[in-house]
């Protein structure tokens, strides 16, 4: 293989933006660093070289690296992408702009408190199984077929990175919206049997202009998303359903 | 005093919260998909100048009613205009609701178009200011229509776009209702989707080239036949004010 091919050599541009909005003396601005390209770089590889070798005071999430976690999604080039699987030979004019995401609260540079909105996005969607009982955790849950077991695990695949959110427009302009994860947790708990919330009962959750009927369907959601979560068919789905209510 | 509580604090007596979200999103696609399927209607017809005078002279007076009444009557014509600025009023006002409308919404709105490089983003924008115009440019166009029907035929029309000058209104606004009645028709099937569709990404990659060659096609159409009638109307400009009767002559002033 040669130089080229494994892209050795290729000096990366990366523009960072570095902020911290609890120092009043800190303001907003783009810091840049080169770095050398190694084979398979990724943003994690990249954003770690340049904190240990060119700013110690660089400010970024990590945790699994494999796109597992959901703590490592940025703006790429204006794009929201999980760093940890977004390679730098994606890039080939070797200018990388990473932006912290918008719509959450910012920490500093990269950082951005997604567990904030998550929590408050879980509390308002009751994401837990409702019951008229109480369970008996002492005996086996009720059977459920695989098919529709599948059904369900297939939107808990959810990472809750925070991407859909970050790349909606509508939940950029009103921060009220329950945005794609929202609504992907409620058609998760509609499809799932252990659950015994109605339709009526799921409408007072998300029946209103900051829920389903909020979103414009711009689709910005399915198209970033990184678990290829079937979002444009779950929220048409959870809007047929909704906009039944008489 | 159940709309005063609800008025204040957004939940019935019972309670829960309206349907009236529900129903005004119903209301919001049912009067896009009645306008857009009108427009695509609306071009074919007024495209009928392409196939000629007669053709389009024939085809007016079939919607003064000539099907179901002795002699043509213009107001049949005012009658379907009120309907359609009727629901065009109500699209307009339900629309308006998903506007950006603070400076930050509209910036935030501008900055993410920009950089996140998502078509269906970017023509939420297009739809939103097209629409925005056509508050103006359509009101105009359905104002005529609504107050001088009887004033639609090859020449009655020729002459308004081109001795009146109304070519420019229309120019503008045939792109716009264009996109934004396709655009729209593409997002309801985005929002609503198909309870049986087996694949909807497929059926999104579908439409989404439907989408582009109808805005394509309609354009092509719309365009042409704007064309036609100003040079009808050019050819026609010394003659301002006479009306056309098909095949066996002309007939002067202003009504037939």
Known sequence: MSEKEIGKGRTLTFEILKYTPSDPESKPHFATYRLEETPGMTLFIALNMIREEQDPDLSFDFVCRAGICGSCGMMVNGKPLLACRTLTKDYPKGVIRLMPMPAFELLKD???????????????????????????????EERVEPEIAERTFELDRCIECGICVASCATALMRHDFVGAVGLNRIARFYVDPHDERSDEDFYELIGDDNGIFGCMALMACEDHCPKKLPLQEKIAFMRRKMASIK | ????????????????????????????????????????GHIFFTSSILLGKDAMYAETKLFEGT??????????????????????ILHAALAM??????????????????????????????????????????????????????KIGPYASSDRIYSDRMWILYALLMIMVIVHAMVGLYRLYLKWGIASDPNPRRSRKVLKMVMITAILLLSVLGYSALATYMRIGYEHRESYGERYLPGNGIVKGDME
């Open chain 1, 110 to 140: 990269l950082s951005v408190n997604t567990g904030r909105w998550m929590n408050g996005m879980s509390k308002r969607v009751e994401s837990w199984i409702h019951r008229s009982k109480e369970r008996d955790i002492s005996v086996l």
């Open chain 2, 1 to 40: 005093m159940r709309d005063y509580i609800y008025g204040y604090f957004g939940i019935s007596v019972e309670g829960r919260r309206s349907s009236k979200p529900a129903l005004l999103d119903r209301l919001q696609s049912i009067s896009g998909l009645i306008l857009a399927l009108f427009i695509v």
């Open chain 2, 67 to 88: 099907a179901f009444l002795d002699k043509p009557q213009p107001i049949v014509v005012s009658f379907a205009v009120l309907i359609i600025f009727s629901i065009f």
């Open chain 2, 97 to 150: 609701r998903k506007f950006p409308v603070r400076y930050r919404e509209y910036r935030v709105l501008y900055t993410h178009a920009a950089t996140l490089s998502h078509l269906e983003t970017k023509l939420w924008i297009v739809q939103a200011l097209s629409g925005f115009l056509m508050f103006f440019l359509a009101s105009v166009h359905l104002y005529l229509m609504l107050t001088i029907p009887d």
